[in-house]
């Protein structure tokens, strides 16, 4: 691949010295003046790489200064840096070695979006959930002391998260761990105010607090002599310094409960205020130590600052007006399918409400915030949580949608089992990034939902075909009081079907045939349909009749469709979005119970592949899934013993 380092078409900026740094090491050569003009040429060369390639922006941006205060003062990868949930982690890419391949940021077979353990010795940890971070960080710090085996060595361990992830509860159950065990763990509070949504919660504002009620160019000036203010475990007679941070009201009482030693706030911005502190801080540290660093999302790019989401999530862009650059599409996103037709069974019903993880935009409840804002909860990056509040609201008589992504809808799985499920709470699961994502990879893929959700006694777990079908099956889960139901639906836009102006509940437990045919019955679950459907017509071609039905429901099933498939046809074909264990196997299960393979039914089950797909666009990802049109078609004849004449090389 070209090495792109000294690229000069117009939207690559002049990067001297950063041309000069190959790896952090590069980066002990310059003064703390020149690491300044480091630090400008790595922003503008993340603004550069973003508007070409799409992703995160605001919070790299974010991080500028601290990654160049980071890498050129510790020494990775001895020194374990930890980037929680790693949307910031491109500045990171670019001065650990992988410059020459930023512009293939989360292409097919290019750099992941996240950190990544296979991609660099330099992530050390893996991340794109938040708030794992301290947890591993200790985890290192902890193998250090006890010796354990480390290609790269053992050094310091650092933790970088952000004040969105430091809502969550594994957070705060990592510092309280980390507190009593007193490794030397260093924990930087990347605090902007902003995760993706504005924060909720009191930690938030416990944060805002810290440095609201002192004037800011204060510490700012206090912390240009950081080495003399600095509390213990640093210097002699730092008990009086402490005391004198509390007395200023910025004193960071709660982690110091917590058992952690804590500096701050400083500015993130500031490398005349982050060197000194971090130099300090890895010369004489002895325990945990927490350093609060105040920084804003978007910083330097006055696009992405005054964006709503401060430049959270990127299309590719124009750099110099900040236009986004989508590709036109006239079917409606799923998301906003979901919250349009949230918000007309809530203005027929005040019952009606919505709960969301810190995903208020992502989930389309930013809309309806707008028109029901009593009746919609963002908790924070509290998936557990969001889960058990959806369930006492539904006993104690609401009818709430709990809206998560698939991925992040794993972290509340117990909360899903005990506190929804085993007492069979009413509560509506709307699963949105269901199946493969595209650019986020492995780490966002709907994978599982419909195997650990079909599992489960009671539960309705439903998908939707097309964004119509997905109208209806909100206006079905608003209905439904018997019990959990959920249903799930892609990334992106619809396929363009004519739709309702009102969803209709369906039957429970019921799908629909699609074309009748006499030989095959390819029974679908979700959005594959569509490739169902042309694997169809590719057949009928070559003169296999084909009968293709929408199955709706995982569970339950439709059992008098699934026998009649079965009994009518020579080969019955599954496909679905999800792994092993979901729809298919419920079906097999049935046809099994049935004794219906021993009358020769030719099945076969077509699911997610047992491995991780990384990030490309999501028609390449499901083809290597094996899951597009002409996949289907393979198995459809492969199960019939005809050979293809046409075999892809």
Not at 93 to 104: A, N, Q, W
């Amino acid at each position: 691949m070209p090495d792109t380092t000294s690229d000069t078409r117009p939207n690559r900026p002049e990067t001297p010295l950063l041309d000069r740094v190959h790896n952090p090491a590069d980066l002990k050569q310059f003064s703390d003046a020149e690491l300044k003009r480091v630090a400008q040429e790595l922003r503008e060369e993340t603004i550069s790489t973003v508007s070409e390639t799409g992703g995160h922006l605001g919070a790299g941006l974010g991080v500028i200064e601290l990654t160049v205060a980071l890498h050129s003062v510790f020494d990775a990868p001895r020194d374990k840096i930890i980037w929680d949930v790693s949307h910031q982690c491109y500045p990171h890419k670019i001065l650990t070695g992988r410059r020459d391949r930023i512009r293939t940021l989360r292409q097919k077979d290019g750099l992941s979006g996240f950190t990544k353990r296979s991609e660099s010795p330099y992530d050390p940890f893996g991340a794109a959930h938040s708030s794992t971070s301290i947890s591993a960080a200790l985890g290192f710090a902890v193998a250090r002391d006890l010796g354990g085996a480390c290609d790269t060595g053992h050094g310091d361990a650092i933790a970088v998260i952000g004040d969105g992830a430091m809502s969550a509860g594994m957070a705060f159950e990592a510092l309280n761990n980390a507190g009593h065990l007193k490794k030397r763990l260093i924990v930087i509070l990347n605090d902007n105010e902003m995760s993706i949504a504005p924060p909720t919660g009191a930690l938030s504002s416990y944060l805002t607090r810290l440095y609201a009620e002192a004037p800011f160019h204060d510490l700012k000036a206090a912390a240009k002599g950081a080495v003399s203010l600095l509390p213990e475990p640093f210097r002699e007679g730092a008990k009086r310094a402490k005391e004198m941070l509390k007395g200023m009201a910025v004193g960071g009482t709660l982690f110091e409960e917590l058992g952690f030693s804590y500096l701050g706030p400083i500015d993130g911005h500031d490398l005349d205020q982050l060197l000194p502190v971090l130099r300090t801080v890895k010369a004489r540290a002895t325990g945990p130590i927490l350093i609060h660093a105040l920084t804003r999302k978007g910083k330097g790019y006055s696009h992405a600052e005054h964006a709503a989401d401060k430049g959270h999530a990127r299309a590719k862009f124009d750099v110099v007006t900040g236009e986004q650059k989508k590709s036109p599409s006239n079917a409606p996103s799923y998301t906003k399918v979901f919250a349009e037709a949230l918000m007309q069974e809530a203005a027929e019903d005040s019952r009606i409400c919505a709960v969301t993880a810190a995903m208020p935009d992502g989930t389309g409840l930013d809309l309806f915030a707008e028109r029901y804002p009593s009746r919609c909860f963002d908790v924070g990056i509290a998936e557990q949580h969001g889960v058990t509040f959806s369930a006492g609201l539904a006993a104690g008589g609401m009818r709430p949608f709990c809206a998560m992504y698939s991925t992040f809808l794993q972290r509340g799985y117990d909360q899903v089992v005990h506190d929804v499920a085993i007492q069979r709470l009413p509560v509506r699961f709307a699963i949105d990034r269901a199946g493969l994502v595209g650019a986020d990879g492995a780490t966002h893929a709907g994978s599982y939902d419909v195997a650990y959700l079909s599992n489960l006694p009671g539960f309705v777990v439903m998908a939707a075909a097309d964004e119509a079908e997905l109208k209806h099956m909100v206006a079905t889960a608003a209905a439904h009081d018997e019990g959990p139901i959920a249903f799930r639906y892609p990334r992106g836009e619809g396929e363009g079907v004519e739709m309702p102006v009102r969803g209709v509940p369906l039957q429970i437990g019921v799908g629909r045939v699609m074309r009748e045919g006499t030989r095959v019955a390819i029974l679908s679950f979700g959005t594959r349909l569509g490739e169902s459907i042309k694997a169809a017509e590719a057949l009928e071609a070559r003169g296999v009749s084909v009968t293709v039905a929408d199955a709706r429901f995982a569970k339950p099933l439709d059992r008098d469709l699934v026998l009649r498939l079965a009994r009518e046809h020579e080969a019955l074909i599954t496909v679905e979005e999800g792994a092993v264990g979901g729809f298919g196997s419920h079906v097999a299960q049935l046809l099994a119970e049935e004794g219906v393979f021993d009358r020769g039914l030719k099945y076969r089950s077509m699911v997610l592949p047992d491995i991780f797909i990384d990030q490309a666009s999501p028609r390449d990802m499901y083809a290597v899934a094996q899951l597009n049109a002409e996949d289907i078609e393979a198995k459809v004849l492969s199960a019939l013993g005809v050979e293809r004449l046409d075999k892809r090389a």
